[in-house]
């Protein structure tokens, strides 16, 4: 193992997920939809939902046995514009783009389509499922619950998850507007990517049950499982920064994510039953709105791709070059980072080389 950062190549880290998935039982063409989930975020600069979380989001939960590799996925009801799915615990990733194939369908046939999940489990990137509506002309948005780290307004208990609300709206231009952000200041995953890079997380991001900030990101993850501190919403602590925003609108998605579904919600998503580790049983809502059962997409694309560019070239704040638009920064990265691949901190590089070992696989020699 290195004691610095060693970039890797895309097509060999994703190749190594695939072999890490399939090695714990998940069939190779999962897998490869998974890997793929898991590398379009590093390859857009999220890289805290990207490999960083393969061995504590997916390949642990898979050998504790609270999540299936194999996913059985169950249409429990349908309408023409409609469905319930029941994922059965199997990967999210693979349910979550089956369900949004689904809406898409109906939105193909009817102008729009719905369709929520219940038992579930971490499906990463949300943008990645709005894209998808994106690439046939039509409006994605997507949301999901997740465990408890967020306190209401006026609390200090974690109850919500992170619970991002996306949207995906295509456009004239070469990237996609992509609003893909969570419901809180900061996310679990963020934070176990400071702790992995040795780097203190902001103060404000995080409120301790003592009514403290706390910002030492290993305390934090530790808090976060025994309910000594929570996340921020949107907007901060308090009503000041206007907190209860980021708090309503992580509601709503808390709702969609389980009532329509009869799923669960708020303290069920723990992971804990008894003490003893349990599927999460996390809820998602897909919706396909199709642009051309209301006007030419040819039309809407430009309209649409003209706010963004107005809004880019707004009068700049005093020594700031650049006005970006949601979804830029990510293509940024996305057309510019192609050639050097994955930046693998040495707390990664440990995790990379047990999975090697404990799979035995073979043929991958990363540098570190």
């Known amino acids: 193992m290195s004691e610095v950062s060693v970039n890797v190549e895309f097509d060999t880290l994703e190749r190594f997920v695939v072999d890490t998935f399939v090695g714990v039982g998940v069939p190779e063409e999962d897998a490869r939809i998974c890997a793929d989930v898991l590398i379009t975020a590093d390859r857009r600069g999220i890289f805290s939902h990207g490999v960083n979380r393969l061995k504590a989001i997916y390949y642990d939960r898979i050998r504790q046995g609270i999540q299936q590799p194999v996913t059985r996925i169950e249409i429990v009801r349908k309408g023409p514009t409609t469905a319930v799915i029941d994922g059965h615990n ?9 369900a949004m194939e689904v809406a898409m369908e109906s939105a193909a046939e009817y102008g729009m389509g719905m369709v929520v999940v219940r038992n579930s489990t971490h499906y990463g990137i949300a943008g990645y499922y709005a894209m998808m509506a994106c690439e046939r002309n039509m409006i994605g948005i997507t949301g999901t619950n997740a465990r408890p780290s967020v306190a209401p307004t006026f609390s200090v208990e974690n109850m919500l998850g992170t619970n991002p609300l996306t949207f995906g709206i295509p456009t004239d231009e070469e990237f996609p507007f992509v609003l893909d952000c969570a419901t809180s200041i900061g996310q679990r995953g ?119 560019r107005q809004l880019r070239a707004a009068k700049k704040q005093p020594g700031q070059d650049r006005i970006y638009t949601a979804g830029e920064k990510e293509y940024v990265s996305q057309t510019e980072n192609g050639g050097r691949g994955v930046s693998i901190n040495p707390k990664l590089q440990q995790d990379i080389l047990r999975i090697k070992k404990e799979l035995r696989l073979e043929g991958y020699d990363f540098g570190f």
Request: net charge negative; glycine share 16%; hydrophobic share 40%.
């Open 90 to 98: 199997g990967m999210g990733m693979v349910i979550a783009k089956r």
């Open 190 to 308: 963020k934070i176990e990517a400071y702790e992995k890079m040795g780097k203190t997380v902001p103060a404000g991001w995080v409120i301790g049950s003592d009514g403290e900030a706390w910002t030492d990101p290993a305390r934090i993850l530790e808090g976060l499982k025994e309910n000594g501190c929570a996340l921020a919403p949107l907007g901060g602590i308090g009503e000041e920064g206007a907190g209860y925003k980021g708090y309503g609108y992580s509601t709503v998605v808390e709702i969609l994510s389980s009532a329509l579904q009869a799923g669960s919600f708020l303290k069920m998503l723990s992971g804990s039953d008894g003490g003893k580790s349990c599927p999460y049983r996390i809820g998602h809502f897909f919706i396909a709105i199709d642009v051309s059962a209301f006007i030419d997409p040819e039309e809407f694309k430009r309209r649409t791709g003209e706010v963004l």
